[in-house]
């Protein structure tokens, strides 16, 4: 088997089964052959006879299966995706509930993009998240206590992605935005940090102390992810300018470019606070957790020439509704 078709199979566990998939597919293992990898067919999933599957698979001696990533990435529009969006219309929860049942969707989605990984086309499966999120806060926002409920606050890329892309949601419905300019800001701030999937691993997950090299390495995620986005051409300017510019600051001391002020995109600053405060209300081997109140404290009062004052304190007014 050539690296190429390694490629094609990623890795489920049997939690990823559900009966309500009607379409099968073969289920395969992992076996190293020399330097390599070949994967051997042992079971097709048929949902009809579910229980004769779940049988073979616990006695199996593996805890992580394969399929194809073609499969997956069905499972994930047709059967994931879909029951959320039917489920919405039908039912037509309140907002909190409209977040709390798509937060997991869109985690899911790119903890798999992130982490398995997945090709760069399991992010057009984030496309329908702003769109819902956007029509839910229409009419009124999110209270920010029900939306920190929600949140998760592990200390995990793609769930970082998530919780920035609902708080650039918001603070954009606190802004009037269009609904338009709502979804794309929530979809810039989902695809903001894409780019540390290309950075090593060892680096991102290191315990130490970042070296100057660590920290060029990392400090490359934005280009990387803008340029990744770019290459796809499917996003607009607004979301390559975010990826791009999330770490850019007011006073001129960001990365990558340095940029201050009024050279830095209107939305990008926008992401860099929900980035700042969303790391420090997370967790960090590091550090406390930082209660939102300790958060704000420290960003207005330590690191305030980093954002745009307007924004902060627009989103600091929102915080205590």
């Known amino acids: 088997m050539t690296n190429s078709e390694e490629t094609e199979f990623k890795s489920i566990t ?7 998939w009607k379409d099968g597919f073969d289920i395969f293992y992992e076996v190293p052959v020399g330097d390599r990898k070949k994967y051997i067919k042992f079971a097709e999933y048929d949902p009809r006879d579910f229980s004769r599957l779940d049988a073979i698979l616990q006695e199996k001696n593996h805890t992580v299966f394969y399929i194809k990533e073609t499969d997956l ?6 059967n994931i995706l879909k029951h959320l969006l039917l489920g919405l219309v039908q039912d037509k929860p309140p907002v909190k509930e409209v977040f709390q049942r798509v937060v997991p969707v869109a985690t899911r989605i790119l903890q798999d993009y992130l982490e398995i990984p997945a090709s760069d086309r399991f992010l057009d499966l984030l496309d329908e998240i702003p769109k819902v999120l956007a029509e839910a806060v229409g009419p009124a926002n999110l209270p920010f206590r029900d939306l920190f409920s929600i949140t998760l606050k592990e200390n995990a890329t793609y769930v970082h992605c998530v919780n920035v892309g609902l708080f650039c949601l918001c603070l954009g419905r606190e802004l009037n935005m269009s609904r338009e300019d709502r979804e794309t800001l929530c979809l810039g701030g989902l695809l903001a940090d894409i780019g540390k999937k290309y950075i090593p691993k060892d680096v991102m997950f290191k315990e130490q102390e970042l070296t100057h090299e660590d920290m060029r390495s990392i ?11 770019n290459d796809l051409k499917h996003y607009p300017e607004t979301v390559l300018l975010m ?3 999330h ?10 470019m340095g940029y201050a002020r009024e050279k830095i995109n209107t939305a990008a600053p926008i992401c860099k606070i929900m980035d700042v405060f969303n790391a420090l209300t997370s967790r960090r081997s590091y550090r406390e957790v930082m209660t939102p109140i300790q958060a704000l404290t420290l960003m207005k009062d330590k690191i305030g020439e980093q954002f745009d004052p307007h924004l902060l304190n627009t989103f600091i007014l929102y915080t205590g509704k």
């Open 14 to 20: 049997r939690a990823f089964f559900e009966k309500e």
């Open 73 to 78: 990435y069905k499972y994930y529009k047709f």
């Open 219 to 229: 400090r490359r995620h934005p280009s990387l992810g803008r340029q990744a986005l």
């Open 243 to 245: 990826a791009g510019e």
């Open 247 to 256: 770490h850019e600051s007011f006073d001129g001391t960001g990365y990558p």
